[in-house]
């Protein structure tokens, strides 16, 4: 069975018959490096896993232990007794289907006889973008259409998952709804950046279905308290990023795509709310398991949904689309820190009472870490090489610095 050990994340080498891209060695470095420490991620490649990394159906994949079950299953029942707070609490925060804004109210429509005109519009308006902020804008395009892999991210949670597929449980009602809400996001992105004429729409479609068929494993480990701080996380990365782009829109004449990245921004928001409210009252009813997952999630980092991205040509497009989105300053590691401070101070951190030792720990260990990422940021930023001209194929191979 065991062929050879590999890092955590890192893929075996492949031999040069594979027809199929996989991360370059620089990816394998960048994913592995952030988890040298944890001698225990070290496991043999089954023969399995390296016979399907070189089908060549088989997108880039995650090769590292997968940590499954990690909630003792007696927690389930915490889960079934939140059922009644859920219902009263969480589905609050989701907007009745007939009060929520589509894609349609902030596109041309097709059946006017004014559609041509209004595309015409569309697209003068949005000349003056640069084609930085469309390759910012593409990425976060891109993760939003990967949501396939967040539903089931979310239907992997242990004593909260969508049994049936129409389950009637609260926390079934609010993963389909959430879902529901999301899909606005790339459909109305999508199509924006369609009509701007702007963009590669081949390279774009190739990269999200090379991402939905990669997946991800946020590390979450089938663990509701891991998972709901995931998401917690990730809805706020999620709100700022947005965020950013409106304001890039505006100041660069756009405002209809201002309009479209602010109102994605908002529902962003609003799940923030609900997801930090599930862990908020995670610390009410376990405090100890609460802070200790936290601060597992942030030794193990969070990862960024879209990291496994790739158009089929660039084995650095993860890296290269964050850096552009660094430079531009649309989601930054600074941003990372914040969030942390922010959650910190949410679910109020510090002044956590009656912890075990390990518990105390952990709180410690989470309060001291957004100056210790800043600090260690600002050192990388010292020590960060040169920006180079990279090609990006969704804006048809042309070069920006990443
Ligand atoms: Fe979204
Ligand atoms: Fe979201």
Redesign the pocket.
């Known amino acids: 069975m065991a062929l050879k050990l590999i890092p955590a994340t890192s893929f075996p080498s492949l031999t040069s018959s594979s027809n199929y891209k996989l991360p370059s060695q620089s990816q394998r470095n960048r994913r592995s490096s952030s988890r040298v420490s944890m001698a225990s991620t070290l496991r043999p490649a089954t023969t399995k896993e390296i016979e399907n990394l070189k089908k060549p159906y088989s997108p880039p994949q995650e090769v590292h232990v997968q940590v499954t079950h990690s909630m003792p299953p007696q927690k389930m029942e915490i889960f079934k007794s939140l059922e009644g707070w859920a219902e009263d609490n969480l589905l609050v925060h989701l907007k009745p289907v007939e009060k929520c804004w589509q894609p349609m109210d902030y596109l041309p429509e097709p059946e006017s006889e004014g559609f041509y005109e209004q595309v015409k519009e569309l697209r003068e308006r949005c000349k003056e973008l640069p084609d930085d902020y469309f390759v910012v804008l593409v990425g976060d395009m891109i993760t939003e259409e990967a949501l396939p892999t967040y539903q089931t991210m979310l239907n992997t949670l242990d004593g909260v998952r969508d049994e049936t597929g129409a389950s009637l449980t609260s926390w079934a009602v609010w993963t389909r709804a959430w879902t529901a809400e ?1 899909n606005r996001h790339g459909d109305l992105l999508n199509k924006y950046l369609y009509l701007s004429g702007r963009v590669d729409m081949r390279q774009i479609e190739k990269t999200i279905q090379y991402l939905i068929g990669s997946g991800m494993d946020p590390k979450t480990e089938n663990n509701p308290y891991l998972g709901f701080i995931y998401t917690s996380f990730q ?1 706020r990365a ?1 709100f700022i990023s947005h965020g950013n782009t409106a304001r890039h829109a505006k100041q660069h004449g756009d405002m209809k795509l201002a309009q479209i990245c602010g109102i994605i921004a908002s529902d ?1 928001k609003r ?1 923030e709310t609900a997801y930090t409210k599930i862990v908020e009252k995670l610390f009410e009813v376990d405090p100890d398991d609460t802070v200790m997952a936290l601060a597992d999630m942030m030794k193990k980092k969070i990862s960024m949904p879209a990291h496994l991205m790739y158009d089929g040509r660039d084995d650095n497009l993860f890296e290269h689309f964050s850096s552009v989105a660094q430079r531009l300053e649309v989601y930054t590691a600074k941003d990372y820190a914040d969030i942390l401070e922010f959650l910190v101070g949410r679910w109020n951190i510090e002044k956590l009472t009656g912890l075990s030792g390990e518990g105390r720990r952990a709180q410690d260990f989470v309060c001291g870490l957004p100056p210790r990422i800043r600090r260690l940021e600002e050192r990388a930023q010292g020590r960060a090489k040169p920006t180079s001209n990279v090609p990006f194929s969704w804006i048809f191979g042309r070069e920006i610095k990443a």
């Open positions: 999301e809805e999620t962003e799940h």
